[in-house]
């Protein structure tokens, strides 16, 4: 572990500590996007997944209440959250480390069909490493799916400046469209841009 990725780590679990008995509650009026993202990735077929950065679990609990038959995974940096997450769904394997490293054919025991990053990859430091981590480590015919804030272009301008500038607070960095497109992504805007769905299919 870098000594940035130690210090990042000690941000996340001092603020996930915090939020994590009201995450839940909060999060459903600002991480807009997520409930469209289910319904893509369950719109085909897939036998196993591993969602980066689940959180306190909510993805992965309603993703195995709908396909339960699958297999299911997650790769947490922050402590706090890892530890919820497993409380949540204990049919789920877990890994702590970051996305630019993660192992994830060691998670399940082969490489994942499906790879999710809800409201993660907007957080992580090394963004192109953990993109490309997660391209070369899901299946064959798998694919890479990403929720998270976008430009918000389509916003007026005060509300997302000061947006932009409460996100950077807690190192949150909204997705750049040109970032995605240069890396092939196929991208679905939500309203005003406020978040973007992002595929990329191996």
Known sequence: MTP?????RVFLNRYYRAARPI???TRKYYLFG???????????????????G????????????????ALYG??????????????????????RAFAEDADYA???GAPPQRILFSYCLSMVQRRDEALQQALASVAPGGEVHVVDFAD??????????GL??????????????????????????????????????R
Request: net charge neutral.
């Open 54 to 69: 689940p959180g306190t679990g909510r993805n992965l609990e309603i993703l195995q209440r709908r396909r339960a038959w």
């Open 4 to 8: 940035e990725q130690s210090e990042h």
């Open 74 to 95: 997650g790769v947490e940096a922050a402590d706090a959250m890892l530890e919820r997450a497993a409380e949540r769904c204990p049919w789920a394997h877990f890994q």
């Open 164 to 201: 932009r500038a409460w996100l950077k607070m807690y190192r949150v960095q909204p997705l750049d469209p040109g970032w995605l497109a240069a890396h092939g992504a196929e991208m679905v805007f939500g309203p005003g841009r406020y978040y973007v769905l992002a595929r990329w299919r």
């Open 23 to 25: 995450y839940d509650v």
């Open 106 to 108: 060691a998670v399940l």
């Open 152 to 161: 918000l272009a389509g916003l007026p301008g005060p509300l997302a400046a």
């Open 34 to 52: 997520r409930d469209r993202a289910l319904d893509v990735l369950l719109a085909a077929p897939w036998s196993s997944l591993i969602e980066v």
